[in-house]
């Protein structure tokens, strides 16, 4: 896999097939090797740029001033560097503030953009808010990463047939480092588009979990905002492109490919999980760990 320096910041990304390039920016607590199950339906078409945000997967240390906006000037500058002039972007949870960040600081630059299970704004103005920003970073100073890591792997995936996710979620988030883990959530926290929402040009798509973290009707509100296209995922959780595979490709496609979106779609989640595809991300975390 790639590394891209610009100064003392290494960035890993991966490089995946051909066509309109499309950047995938994951989410908290993980890497780009979460994008495995979209890699898939997606590389026959598109030209997919995967980073490890910083701090993240194989990517250098998170700097000490590190700043949603921050990220977005580093991915820009990836994308300057391989030659990208105009993109689509998909980003999932923290990814997708980042997306959308990017969005903001060169809207003219991003033809579609793809928010999966995110907000324009992580300010903490409700209890709820609360209580996932500073009641998850406090679990975690109490108890640490890996056991924290088995409750919120319990969260996202707690049904039977989720036994493998639930394994793999655990697993990943339980080697972040918990100092890294509340910084990120700072980060994010400290984080806001709600102001600079009107610059936005891209064609969007938001894909909300009936279950997510946040309420639905927050995310219909800022799709009106967004002129946004709203895909509700009936039963899913927070993990959505993990529990939903088939319904979140599905919306992926359909987006970047610009075929029609009605205003607001349900769809159903995933009701098993097929074996091969947990081959499949296997196989491309283990690429994205021996890459250059």
């Given amino acids: 896999m790639p590394r891209f320096r610009p100064q003392a910041q290494a960035l890993h990304y991966l490089l995946r097939g051909h066509g309109e390039p499309l950047l995938l920016i994951h989410g908290l607590g993980s890497s780009g090797a979460d994008w495995a199950m979209q890699v898939a339906a997606l590389e026959s078409r598109f030209r997919l740029i995967v980073p490890d945000l910083p701090g993240c997967g194989h990517s250098g240390p998170l700097p000490n001033n590190a700043s949603i906006g921050g990220f977005a000037e580093l991915l820009w500058q990836l994308l300057d560097h391989l030659g990208v002039a105009r993109t689509n972007i998909a980003g999932f949870s923290l990814g997708g503030a980042v997306a959308l960040e990017m969005a903001v600081q060169r809207p003219d630059a991003v033809a ?114 967004l002129r ?15 529990d939903s595979i088939d319904a979140t490709n599905a919306c992926l496609l359909a987006l970047f490919t610009d075929h029609a979106i009605l205003p607001e779609v349900r769809l159903a989640r995933d009701e098993r999980q097929p074996a091969t595809r947990f081959t499949f991300a296997g196989s491309l975390a283990e690429e994205h760990a021996l890459g250059p």
């Fill in 112 to 225: 579609r953009l793809a928010l999966i299970n995110s907000l324009a704004s992580y300010d903490i103005d409700h209890w709820r808010r609360w209580l996932e920003a500073r009641g998850s970073a406090a679990l975690v100073s109490l108890f640490g990463m890996r056991i924290v890591a088995r409750l919120f792997a319990s969260r996202m995936f707690p049904l039977p047939w989720q036994g493998a996710l639930r394994e793999r979620a655990a697993r990943v988030i339980g080697t972040v480092p918990a100092k890294i883990y509340r910084r990120l959530m700072t980060v994010l926290t400290n984080w806001s588009a709600e102001e600079r929402l009107s610059a936005l040009t891209a064609r969007i798509l938001m894909i909300a979990a009936e279950h997510d973290y946040t309420p639905i009707a927050e995310k219909r509100i800022l799709a009106a905002r």
């Fill in 228 to 242: 946004a296209a709203l895909v509700v995922i009936l039963g899913s959780r927070h993990g959505t492109p993990f």
